[in-house]
Nanobody, 122 residues
Framework: QVQLVESGGGLVQAGGSLRLSCTAS????????MGWYRQAPGTQRELVAA???????EYADSVKGRFTISRDNTKNTVSLQMNSLKPEDAAVYYC????????????????WGRGTQVAVSS
């Protein structure tokens, strides 16, 4: 019903920048929150940044001031600009969306992309 496809991962030197993008496709009534999570080996998946349909944002403390999340509701995309990358930012980054599928139901379902690898060399 809803597919999320990420792009933009890769290898970068510490201090460098990467931009991740995620595009949603499928059928839905509305997409509420869109966000990025990450998971490094041996750790739990954690929220990196999220943005609501009206543009309110939330960031993990570890990325505040370095990462910027943005959203284009007309294109169903969410992007994450990552600057001043650190080795500890290395992880698989996952796109997430909270989707309301039907007008007659207020239920919101969570969808995930397959993830994109971000590697940061020191």
């Amino acid at each position: 019903q809803v597919q999320l496809v990420e792009s933009g991962g890769g290898l970068v030197q510490a201090g460098g920048s990467l931009r991740l993008s995620c595009t949603a496709s499928g059928s839905w009534f509305s997409i509420n929150v869109m966000g990025w999570y990450r998971q490094a080996p041996g750790t739990q998946r954690e929220l990196v940044a999220a943005v609501t349909s009206t543009g309110s944002t939330e960031y993990a403390d570890s990325v505040k001031g370095r990462f910027t999340i943005s959203r284009d509701n007309t294109k169903n995309t969410v992007s994450l600009q990552m600057n001043s990358l650190k080795p500890e930012d290395a992880a698989v980054y996952y796109c997430n969306a909270g989707v309301r599928l039907r007008t007659w139901s207020s239920d919101v379902s969570a969808y995930w992309g397959r993830g994109t690898q971000v590697a940061v060399s020191s």
